[in-house]
């Protein structure tokens, strides 16, 4: 678990460029994905009828909603996000307003899905980590399925992907409650969880380095 910026810090810059490949290690954005941190730490919550903040425990993992582009009359290109249904099971806008939203400005209020602005791979794993420290449980919004789990163009792993080992990975299992709805994980080794960190989960992503070993998440 990570009280102070420093040692968030010296760990992500530990992983590497060769791990982060995209921004996540400038600055702005190892600032940016400690706040997310800090603010998964602490829980979800959820607002009751009478406008009081309750705590929640369920985080959403999952692919975001499809988007569609389309063009105006003038010519000029805009995109919409078409609602989750049964052929393409997603975070959509609805589950977002429903569920509430973590942003890395987020204060009392800690939703369930994660929406930054600045996002990028650390902020997400930031996001899992903190989560995972707060023994959430988590609710996969999409399905778990080899298509959700590697990117056959480009020959890795999906961020869902990077999620689920994570979590399972870090003292949780993957279960189904009830067959007609979605997957959950819940926590069966606190200890294991509350030891987790940017360097455990970099030595467990970096075992799946291929299809094959990728499809085993398929029997967690």
Excluded at 31 to 47: C, E, P, S, V, W
Excluded at 141 to 152: F, V
Aim: charged content about 25%.
């Amino acid at each position: 678990m990570y009280e102070l910026f420093d040692e968030f810090k010296l760990d992500a810059l530990n992983c590497g460029t060769d791990y982060y490949s995209d921004a996540s290690l400038k600055p702005q954005n190892i600032d940016n994905a400690f706040k997310i941190y800090q603010h998964a730490k602490n829980g979800t919550t959820l607002m009751d009828v009478d406008g009081n903040t309750i705590a929640f425990g369920v985080t959403i993992v999952g692919r975001l909603a499809l988007r569609v582009n389309t063009s105006k009359d003038n010519g000029e290109e805009e995109y919409t996000w078409v609602p989750s249904d049964e052929s393409f099971p997603s975070i959509d806008e609805i589950m977002k307003e429903n569920l509430g939203i973590l942003t890395e400005e987020s204060a009392d209020k800690s939703g369930s899905i994660l929406n930054s602005k600045n996002w990028s791979l650390l902020a997400n794993d930031a996001w899992l980590l903190g989560s995972i420290h707060a023994v959430t449980e988590f609710h996969f919004a999409s399905p778990i399925s080899l298509s959700n789990l590697w990117d056959e163009n480009m020959k890795r792993i999906t961020v869902t992907a990077r999620e689920i080992i994570g979590i399972t990975e870090h003292g949780y299992q993957i279960c189904r409650p009830n067959p007609k709805l979605e997957s959950v994980a819940i926590c069966i080794d606190k200890n294991k969880a509350m030891a987790a960190s940017l360097i455990t989960y970099k030595a467990y992503v970096n075992r799946y380095v291929n299809r094959h070993i990728v499809s085993t998440l398929l029997r967690t």
